[in-house]
């Protein structure tokens, strides 16, 4: 399947495993999970610092792809929706001793790419062309969009 593909049947998953947990409360449910691209490889979250290293190496000084999927589903009716949103981030040049200092804060451990774009691994990125809280792990304005779209919420005016 297509990276996009991928991360929109994770976040369709997601979804629907929430809504099965929640057998009576709430009538919406959104899931939704990022993955970085790069070469046509998708980088996961690293198992150990060794792993970290080498996903940071290979993004320094490079351009790659963070992919966001969501899906809403609604359980009254059994529909489920959900697309992707791409953003583009370019890293800057590391030396081996920035990421070395990344790798010991422990902030890579828990993120796909090894690097958490609102946190300290902002200084990681010389900038992005896209949606920056698709990188964050969540695309809110599309989202947004995509409810008010839909009518599952409204806007007062």
């Given amino acids: ?19 099965r947990r929640q057998p009576v409360a709430g009538r919406w449910f959104i899931g939704s999970d990022t993955i970085v691209v790069l070469d046509g490889a998708i980088l996961g979250k690293p198992a150990d610092a060794a792993a970290a290293r080498s996903m940071l190496n290979s993004l320094s000084g490079r351009r790659h792809r963070v992919i966001s999927g969501y899906a809403v589903h609604d359980r009254e009716t ?11 981030v ?24 090894a690097y958490a774009i609102q946190g300290i691994g902002a200084f990681l990125v010389k900038r992005i062309d896209g949606s920056y809280t698709n990188v964050v792990g969540l695309p809110v304005c599309e989202v947004v969009e995509f409810l008010i779209k839909e009518k599952i919420i409204q806007l007062i005016s």
């Avoid at 399947?1 to 809504?19: C, G, I, M, Q, W």
């Avoid at 030396?95 to 796909?112: H, L, N, Q, V």
Wanted: net charge negative; hydrophobic share 40%; aromatic share 8%.
């Fill in 1 to 19: 399947e297509t990276a996009e593909a991928h991360a929109v049947r994770l976040s369709r998953d997601k979804a629907l495993e929430v809504a």
């Fill in 90 to 113: 370019f890293f800057k040049e590391l030396t081996s001793r920035e990421i070395e200092g990344y790798i010991a804060t422990g902030e890579p451990f828990d993120k796909a790419g």
């Fill in 78 to 88: 059994g529909r489920t929706i959900s697309a992707a949103v791409m953003t583009k």
